[in-house]
């Protein structure tokens, strides 16, 4: 799946170089050549790594860090897509690299994502792996919040295209994550109005389910059916396994049931009492 995930990444990667071979030669140019000048600073943190897998994680991660860091400050010539589509290819690695996560953390998924945000606040996708790898693998929702926050400024109902859907992002986040029902309301009622500009049955089924996730959390601001429904919403957007057993954890222990069909679909049964 991940490699799957890098594949289409690249194809957008490569269709954003549509513009002069000059002007990109510039652009890319620029990026290595502050990368250059940081090469010292690079070499002195791998140089004093030891042979201790632990030491030479944290060494990467501090060289990644330094790098992410560059990066934010770096001109690119208005080529700003393309470097927020390199940085999310490099955060795919990131996230995959199970050996290194599992010795390091998440930490640094925020910063990837300040990054690719700034650059291009219309990155629908992006939008998804800063919540499940900010808020629940960093615990860092506080930062994929305002993040969220920050690139919502740019967006309207129609740009990017079925833009709704980071509203209920953020909704989950404050909701599960920050323990803030009242926002998560707000978000939610938000991503209703949104997805009932389209009239596609995905969108109005959206709006349906956010709209329902607000009037349960009106009604009860511990709802565990709106609690439910949004561990749901992060099962069917899962990308690996372990996000998937931890959605279908804490639905069940809200009193929901997880249910697989001779067909392969995944049914949630609501918990009988809120």
Do not use: C
């Not at 060289?63 to 990066?71: A, I, T």
């Not at 999310?88 to 990131?94: A, G, K, T, V």
């Not at 709209?211 to 009604?219: D, G, N, V």
């Not at 069940?252 to 918990?271: H, S, Y």
């Amino acid at each position: 799946m991940r490699n799957a995930i890098i594949d289409s990444m690249r194809s957008t990667f490569f269709s954003n170089f549509g513009q002069s071979a000059w002007a990109t030669l510039v652009a890319i140019l620029g990026i290595f050549i502050v990368g250059w000048l940081q090469m010292p600073q690079l070499n002195q943190l791998k140089n004093t790594a030891n042979n201790s897998s632990l030491e030479v994680f944290q060494q990467e991660m501090e060289s990644e860090e330094l790098r992410l860091n560059l990066l934010e400050k770096t001109p690119v010539f208005g080529f700003d897509n393309l470097l927020a589509n390199w940085v999310f290819l490099d955060f795919l690695e990131y996230f995959g690299d199970d050996s290194a996560r599992q010795v390091t953390g998440y930490q640094l998924s925020p910063e990837y994502f300040e990054v690719i945000l700034n650059r291009d606040p219309r990155f629908l996708e992006a939008y998804l792996f800063l919540s499940t790898s900010g808020s629940l693998y960093a615990g860092l929702p506080e930062k994929s919040v305002a993040l969220m926050d920050k690139g919502l400024k740019y967006l309207s109902p129609q740009v990017p295209t079925k833009s709704y859907y980071i509203w209920r992002y953020k909704g989950v986040d404050e909701l599960l994550f920050l323990g803030d029902a009242q926002a998560a309301r707000q978000s939610f009622t938000t991503a209703a109005a949104w997805a009932s500009s389209y009239s596609d049955a995905e969108s109005q089924q959206v709006a349906s389910l956010s709209s329902q996730t607000a009037e349960f959390l009106a009604k009860n601001p511990d709802s565990k059916q709106a609690q439910v429904s949004a561990w749901t919403m992060v099962l069917n957007n899962a990308r690996d396994d372990r996000t998937r057993a931890i959605a279908i954890h804490r639905i069940e222990a809200l009193g929901g049931k997880v249910v697989v069909t001779p067909e392969g679909v995944v049914q949630i049964r609501p918990p009988q009492s809120d």
